[in-house]
Antibody
């Protein structure tokens, strides 16, 4: 069964750091690019970051560039998002999603999300 | 970066109605346009990819059309389980892969 499970969310103070993880199962992880998408309270979906299958290609939304770092461990079938210098605007549900080249890069599998709350 | 807009932002409809949602890109994205459905408290689900291709397992009452900058998602006969928020998303060229602001389909 193809599955993505996020973890690592929680309450963090402004200026703090958090590392999110996404565990993949049921497919060959290295064959797919992966993304992080977030959704603030009552807001729409915001694409956050992308990483290619080998881990060499990485892209970030302007809103997180320089503060967030995406990485992956293909041997562990895991995706990560290191988040530093967090602010209230980063409060959101964070989803990891699989990108499928065969579907013109659509995000076909999503995790259930992990909640990040930035508050003092 | 490519910007995406959707209209309307919300709509009220009844079961059995035909519903159309429009998405527009700020520049041509060929057919690199995807549609997702999200219900409250749940992760989004892929409905349509490449503008008009139905994702596996998705009901045929959903259809997509368009190319270039203008796209539509149509629900041919609205069912109770279709009340949700719908997002378009472009996957043209390199990231950022921007989403539209969403269209909430509510019960009339």
């Amino acid at each position: 069964q193809v599955r993505l499970v996020e973890s690592g969310g929680g309450l963090v103070k402004p200026g703090g750091s958090l590392r999110l993880s996404c565990a993949a199962s049921g497919f060959t992880f290295s064959d797919y690019f992966m993304t992080w998408i977030r959704q603030g309270p009552g807001k729409g979906l915001e694409w956050v970051s992308y990483i290619g299958g080998s881990g060499s290609a990485k892209y970030y939304a302007d809103s997180v560039k320089g503060r967030f770092t995406i990485s992956r461990d293909n041997a562990r079938q895991s995706l990560y998002l290191q988040m530093n210098s967090l602010g209230a605007e980063d409060t959101a549900v964070y989803y990891c999603a699989r990108g499928e080249r065969g579907l013109d890069d659509a995000f076909d599998i999503w995790g259930h999300g992990t909640v990040v709350t930035v508050s003092s | 970066d490519i910007q995406m807009t959707q209209s309307p932002s919300s709509l009220s409809a009844s079961v059995g109605d035909r519903v159309t949602i429009t998405c527009r890109a700020s520049q041509s994205i060929s057919s690199y346009l995807n549609w997702y459905q999200q219900k409250p408290g749940k992760a989004p689900k892929l409905l349509i990819y490449a503008a008009s291709s139905l994702y596996s397992g998705v009901s045929s009452r959903f259809s997509g059309s368009g190319s270039g900058t203008d796209f539509t998602l149509t629900i041919s006969s609205l069912q109770p389980e279709d009340f949700a928020t719908y997002y378009c998303q472009q996957s043209f060229s390199n990231p950022p892969f921007t989403f539209g602001p969403g269209t909430k389909v509510e019960v009339k």
